[in-house]
């Protein structure tokens, strides 16, 4: 059955899915009660919404309805399996009332923390804190992981069910936990943010408008959540390091989809990147360079404000965003960085260069190595391996403005999508 209803119902609830499961999560101690709970009150919405009109805090809706919802089937259940003492932790709700605001803040950070427990596995850490913090449904997820859907829904049912079995307390770790699970919670709200910034789409989805061209929510709270680690942990540099690479990247999203089309860096209008988030973004990146121990992100941040530093593509320090490429090789030698660096050297020594980078690589079956293999025969001359490259890519894409941008670019080579004959 699906749960997703008119438009302003869906981004209401991607919006406030997180905050909503977070705290029931907190309150009930059982993340299936709070997702449950959670889906019960979205599809109550889906039925009165729409007569009554949204009230005026969507959200506190949402909450109220769903801890209604979670206590009636934990009283249930108390009746049929002797829960009495869950029972009796419900009938105190003084909390409820008067619990403010803000606190739902350090709750999603705690739900983050729990499913990034170094139990589970780090592909499992990262679709759970997707489907429970992000909104995101099963088959979403199944996507961006290149699975079935079948598939997906039983690895996260493993991994609430590893949860629970493993009594993993929902609170923040201490500082002498924070090592264990800093890494993949980084790493995750860096995926949280990705998916919003470029959106995976199921494949078996409807072509149409509906599909969301930028996650702005999965943006805003990516960034949102990792200022509250930044505040939590202020001396850890990779912390900081992905704070502004986010910061950076999301100063360009105003001018990256013109039309539901996307925009590559060298044609967007620089004119109307938000320069408040850029200022604060190089000030984090030059605090952490004064420190002196580049990581990761720190490094990825780098590269974006050299990029954002640039007033135009050929006013762009390419050689130096090379040489950062090289650094982020060496402390992370993965097939995709050096995917990143090539496109940097396609700038330097040009696109034949490039090209025999992408020959070493084994990522044909990742979108956007076949979408940056098409550009850079593009610019070779070599038109009908650039066609075939982007007909691979367009079947490898799933969102919605990188499939008119791609059919956009077989128009200009006179060539259609594969499927169009």
Not at 246 to 272: F, I, K, N, W, Y
Not at 304 to 325: K, P
Not at 398 to 412: I, Q
Request: hydrophobic content about 45%; proline content about 5%; glycine content about 4%.
């Amino acid at each position: 059955m699906s749960t997703r209803g008119t438009p302003d119902l869906d981004r209401v609830f991607r919006e406030e899915h997180g905050r909503v499961v977070a705290t029931l999560v907190r309150h009930f101690g059982d993340i299936d009660v709070a997702e449950e709970a959670a889906q019960e009150a979205y599809l109550i919405a889906v039925q009165r919404w729409p007569e009554s009109g949204l009230p005026p805090n969507p959200g506190a809706w949402l909450t109220t309805t769903a801890r209604n919802r979670a206590i009636d089937r934990i009283r249930r259940e108390s009746i049929r399996d002797a829960k009495h003492a869950q029972a009796a932790m419900i009938s105190d709700t003084s909390d409820w009332a008067t619990a403010p605001v803000s606190s739902v803040v350090d709750d999603r950070l705690r739900l983050m923390f729990t499913c990034c427990h170094p139990a589970l596995a780090t592909g499992a850490q990262v679709a759970l804190t997707l489907r429970l913090l992000g909104g995101l449904t099963v088959a979403e997820i199944a996507s961006a992981f290149l699975v079935d859907e079948a598939a997906m829904a039983k690895r996260l049912t493993r991994s609430k069910q590893k949860i629970k079995a493993a009594r993993i307390p929902y609170r923040v770790p201490s500082d002498a936990e924070l090592p264990d699970r800093l890494s993949a919670v980084l790493a995750t709200l860096f995926l949280i943010f990705n998916e919003g910034y470029l959106p995976s789409t199921p494949t078996a989805a409807p072509a149409g408008d509906g599909r969301p061209v930028v996650r702005t929510d999965l943006c805003v709270e990516a960034v949102r959540l990792t200022r509250i680690l930044a505040a939590l942990m202020p001396d850890d540099l990779e912390v900081l390091g992905l704070l502004a690479l986010m910061l950076l990247t999301d100063a360009r999203r105003p001018s990256r989809v013109e039309d539901g089309v996307l925009v590559l860096l060298a044609h967007q209008d620089r004119s109307r990147w938000d320069r408040a988030l850029i200022a604060e973004g190089h000030d984090i990146v030059r605090a952490c360079l004064r420190r002196g121990q580049p990581g990761r992100y720190q490094i990825l941040a780098a590269i974006n404000a050299v990029h954002t530093d640039a007033r135009s593509l050929e006013d762009t320090d390419w050689r130096q965003i090379v040489a950062l490429y090289d650094q982020l090789y060496a402390v992370d030698p993965t097939p995709v960085v050096a995917l990143n660096r090539a496109v940097a050297v396609a700038e330097t020594d040009g696109p034949e260069a490039a090209l025999d980078i992408l020959d070493t690589l084994d990522l044909a079956g990742y979108h956007a190595y076949q979408v940056t293999r098409a550009d850079l025969l593009r610019r070779a001359g070599r038109r009908d391996a650039a066609v075939t490259a982007y007909r691979r890519a367009l079947e490898l894409a799933t969102n919605p403005a990188e499939h008119a941008f791609l059919r956009t670019r077989l128009n200009e080579l006179g060539a259609r999508p594969a499927s169009a004959g």
